[in-house]
């Protein structure tokens, strides 16, 4: 199965408008038979991965949005879950996951208007760090005990940055 198959069908289990982001002119891929999922193409080609979320959240219509990578195969359906509940119930802006001393900027739920703002003044000031989005939004963060719990193999968290990747997972 490819690798974006993955996080897609984890992310129809807790939402019914999964969007996928690819560069411009880029063919959207197959994805399964009966999968309710929409592609949109970045604006601007080259803008890194600020750009993909900004082209994402501006075609949403909903509070939340959940962000994930195409390259997140493990991705748990229950810390998603549990993602959307702690952003329903904290009010705040985002909610990120607890990686030893930081926060992961990905998978990230966001109240979509705030974000699409956030993301807005920081193209404009040439920021292309997904980081930096999550960083400018009041974040809640679910400590490691709690998500862990979940998601005992840290799944969630694994992305596929080369093919060596698959073969040997980070431990």
Request: charge should be negative; proline fraction near 10%; glycine fraction near 8%.
């Amino acid at each position: 199965m490819p690798l974006l198959h993955h996080a897609v069908l984890r992310l129809v289990e807790v939402t019914h408008d999964v969007v996928v982001v690819l560069p411009p002119d880029v063919e959207p891929p197959a994805l399964p038979p009966g999968v309710p999922a929409r592609f949109v193409h970045d604006a601007v080609e080259g803008q890194g991965p600020l750009e993909g979320a900004l082209s994402g959240l501006s075609s949403v219509g909903t509070e939340f949005a959940v962000m994930v990578g195409g390259d997140m195969p493990e991705l748990s359906t229950a810390v998603v879950i549990e993602m959307l509940r702690v952003a329903s119930a904290s009010g705040a802006d985002a909610v990120a996951l607890q990686d030893g001393e930081r926060a992961r900027p990905l998978p990230l739920v966001v109240r979509a208007e705030p974000a699409r703002e956030v993301a807005h003044a920081l193209r404009h000031a040439g920021d292309h760090r997904l980081r930096s989005l999550q960083q400018g939004l009041r974040t809640a963060v679910i400590d490691e005990a709690t998500w862990h719990a979940l998601d005992p193999v840290r799944g969630s968290l694994r992305d596929i940055d080369e093919p060596a990747d698959i073969e040997h997972p980070p431990t």
